[in-house]
């Protein structure tokens, strides 16, 4: 049911060549409760964009936009 939920929630028209690390909103719908990031199957993206978001991701982690664990204590 969440993948159901998820899938539908981020398969909206974006276009990953103008999202950047500072896009919060957008690169939280590809997280999961804990934080992990979502796989491709769940997302259903293509290898690429699955790519960019991962890194877009790790940037904004690195950058202390986005938690590296969320609910964890």
Do not use: C, H
């Not at 991962?54 to 969320?70: D, E, H, N, Q």
């Amino acid at each position: 049911m969440v993948e159901n939920l998820i899938k539908d929630e981020t398969t909206q028209a974006v276009d990953f060549d103008l999202v950047t690390y500072k896009d919060i909103k957008i690169l939280t719908n590809y997280l999961s409760e804990q934080g992990k990031i979502l796989p491709r199957r769940v997302t259903v993206l293509s290898s690429k964009q699955q790519k960019k978001v991962t890194k877009l991701i790790k940037t904004a982690r690195i950058a202390a936009l986005l938690p590296f664990v969320i609910g964890k204590g």
